[in-house]
C-alpha cells in the first residue's frame, strides 16, 4: 500500500468513526446511488422517484406505501454542503408542465435528501411510534465508474488501448492521424496539447453519439467543474524509446496521472465509498437499436461498471470503501417504448448484459435484481393489424415532429443469446430484425391529487431498493 492511501484510509476511518458517533442521535439515512451512462434516464429516474415518493397513489408495489406506513415525505436540506443540489423542482416542471418536456441530462454529481416520515406496523409499530428515515439520492455519471479501470494502467499501456479502440471506429479516423503525425519527443508546445486533446474529445463525443458506449476517460464527455484543466488536456500517444524531459510525451503522462490521483480517485473516496444501495441504469433499446457493435460495447461498459462493485479487484478501492453496498438494482429503462408482451425480453437482456459480472463475485454479497422500467411512461398501448397480423405497438408523439403515431419497434428475442452472439462475432447488421427507436415527448398529464407522473414498474424498483428500510 502507498502511503498516499494509507492517508487517504485513515481520514476515511475517522470521517466514519464522527458519522456513527452521532449517528446514534440521529435518524437512519440510506444513501441511494443512481447511475448509468450518458442519456440512461438518470434525471428521468430520480425526478419521478421522487415525486411517486411524495404523492405515492401510483405505488401499489411499494409495500409501506400500499400499507399507509409511509406517512409522509418531504424535501430536506441535503447532508453535503459542497455537492450540487439535484434540481428536483426545475426537473419537475419541465416533465409535468402543460407543455412537458424532458429536462435536462446529468452532467456532473448531484445530491438530494427526502425524507420519510414512517409508521411501521405490527405490535412494535404500535409501540414505538412514527420515526424519520432520510433517503440522500446521490445522481452521477456513469462514465465516472469506467474510469476505475485507469487506475490499474499506465499511461502507455492506456494509450495502447485507447489508439486501438479508436482506429476500428470510424469516429476515431480523424484524431488517429492527428496523433499519429505528432512526435511524442518534441518539446511541449499547449497549442499542440490542446489540440491533441480536442481532437481525441471529440472522437470520443462522436463515437458516443453513434451507440459506443465505452468512451474514457468519463470526464473528457462529463468534464463537471473540470472543463478546460490541464488534467483534462491530454490524449493517447504512441510509446516511444526516449522522452526527454519536457517533452510532448511526458508532460500527456503527467496529466494522464494527475487525472487519476486528482480527479477519479477523489470521486470514488467522496462519493462512491459511502453509497448503501445503487440502481445502474441501461438504455439497452438504444444499443439494440444502434446494432451489434453498440450492444458489444455496451457489454464491455457494463463489465467496467460493475467492477466498480467487486471492489476485491481493486486494492485501492477495497482500502477506501467504508461501507459495503447492500443491494444494486440494474435496471432496463425506457420500456414504455415497448409493449408490455415484450417486457419479460427486455429483463432477460439486461440480466444477460451483465450476467458475466454478476456470477463471478455477486458484488461481495450485495443483493441484486435485474429489471424492466420506464420512470416516466410517454405512451399507451395498442395492438393494430398489419398486413393480416396482429401487431402488438405503443402510441406516442414523436419528439421531432410533434406527430402522434403509433409503433412497433421490432419483436426482441426470447433467447438473449440471439443479440449477444452476432455481437460478439463482430457483425455490424442485425440478421433477421430491425429494431427501432423512436423518441417519444412526455405527455401531458393531468395528475389527481396524491398522484405523481405515470411509470412502469418504477413501484417494485422502489419497493426492491428501499421497502426493508421503511417496514
Ligand atoms: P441521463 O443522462 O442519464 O440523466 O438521462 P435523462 O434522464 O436525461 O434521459 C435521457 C433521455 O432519455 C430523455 O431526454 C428522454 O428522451 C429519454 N427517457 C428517459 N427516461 C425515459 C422514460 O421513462 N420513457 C421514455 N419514453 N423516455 C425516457
Not at 524531459?245 to 473516496?269: D, T
Not at 461501507?323 to 417486457?343: G, V
Request: glycine share 8%; net charge neutral.
Amino acid at each position: 500500500m502507498i502511503l498516499t492511501d494509507i492517508a487517504e484510509t485513515v481520514s476515511r476511518g475517522v470521517g466514519d468513526m464522527g458519522a456513527s458517533v452521532t449517528g446514534v442521535f440521529q435518524a437512519p439515512a440510506i444513501r441511494l446511488g443512481v447511475t448509468g451512462l450518458s442519456r440512461a434516464g438518470k434525471t428521468v429516474f430520480i425526478t419521478s422517484l421522487v415525486a411517486n415518493l411524495i404523492d405515492r397513489g401510483r405505488m401499489p408495489q411499494l409495500r409501506a406505501a400500499a400499507t399507509g406506513a409511509i406517512k409522509a415525505a418531504y424535501l430536506q436540506p441535503q447532508p453535503d454542503d459542497t455537492v450540487p443540489r439535484f434540481d428536483f423542482e426545475r426537473h419537475l416542471a419541465a416533465m409535468t408542465g402543460t407543455e412537458p418536456r424532458w429536462p435536462d441530462s446529468t452532467r456532473a454529481v448531484s445530491e438530494l435528501r427526502l425524507s420519510l416520515r414512517v409508521q411501521p406496523g405490527g405490535l412494535l409499530g404500535s409501540f414505538s411510534g412514527p420515526r424519520t428515515v432520510h433517503l440522500d439520492i446521490v445522481d452521477y455519471p456513469g462514465e465516472w465508474l469506467l474510469d476505475l479501470a485507469l487506475l490499474d494502467q499506465s499511461y502507455d499501456s492506456w494509450s495502447q488501448a485507447a489508439l486501438a479502440a479508436m482506429r476500428t471506429r470510424p469516429q476515431g479516423q480523424q484524431a488517429a492521424a492527428l496523433i499519429a503525425a505528432a512526435d511524442p519527443a518534441e518539446p511541449l508546445s499547449e497549442t499542440r496539447a490542446q489540440a491533441l486533446a480536442e481532437s481525441f474529445t471529440h472522437y470520443l463525443r462522436e463515437a458516443r453519439e453513434a451507440g459506443f458506449s465505452d468512451c474514457s476517460p468519463g470526464r473528457f464527455l462529463l468534464p463537471g467543474e473540470m472543463e478546460g484543466s490541464p488534467a483534462l488536456t491530454f490524449a493517447p500517444l504512441p510509446p516511444v524509446d526516449r522522452a526527454p524531459r519536457g517533452s510532448l510525451r511526458r508532460e500527456m503522462e503527467r496529466r494522464f496521472e494527475a487525472y487519476k490521483s486528482q480527479i477519479v480517485k477523489p470521486f470514488f473516496r467522496d462519493h462512491f465509498s459511502r453509497i448503501d444501495r445503487q440502481v445502474v441504469l441501461v438504455d439497452a433499446l438504444g444499443a439494440i437499436h444502434s446494432g451489434p457493435q453498440a450492444v458489444a460495447d455496451l457489454r464491455g461498459a457494463m463489465a467496467g461498471i460493475l467492477g466498480a462493485f467487486r471492489p476485491g479487484r481493486n486494492s485501492w478501492l477495497s482500502s477506501i470503501l467504508g461501507r459495503r453496498i447492500e443491494k444494486i438494482l440494474f435496471a432496463a429503462t425506457k420500456a414504455d417504448h415497448l409493449h408490455h408482451s415484450q417486457h419479460a425480453r427486455l429483463t432477460a437482456i439486461m440480466e444477460a448484459l451483465v450476467k458475466d459480472a454478476r456470477s463471478r463475485a455477486d458484488f461481495a454479497g450485495a443483493q441484486t435484481a435485474a429489471m424492466s422500467i420506464a420512470a416516466l411512461r410517454a405512451t399507451v398501448e395498442e395492438t393494430m393489424t398489419h398486413q393480416g397480423r396482429s401487431l402488438d405497438c405503443v402510441r406516442g408523439t414523436l419528439l421531432d415532429s410533434g406527430r402522434r403515431a403509433a409503433f412497433h419497434p421490432g419483436d426482441l428475442p426470447d433467447d438473449p443469446a440471439r443479440l449477444l452472439a452476432p455481437a460478439s462475432e463482430g457483425r455490424t447488421e442485425w440478421l433477421d430484425e430491425d429494431y427501432e427507436i423512436m423518441r417519444f415527448a412526455p405527455a401531458p398529464l393531468t395528475l389527481r391529487p396524491g398522484e405523481g407522473p405515470p411509470h412502469i414498474r418504477l413501484d417494485r424498483a422502489a419497493e426492491f431498493l428501499l421497502g426493508d428500510k421503511l417496514t
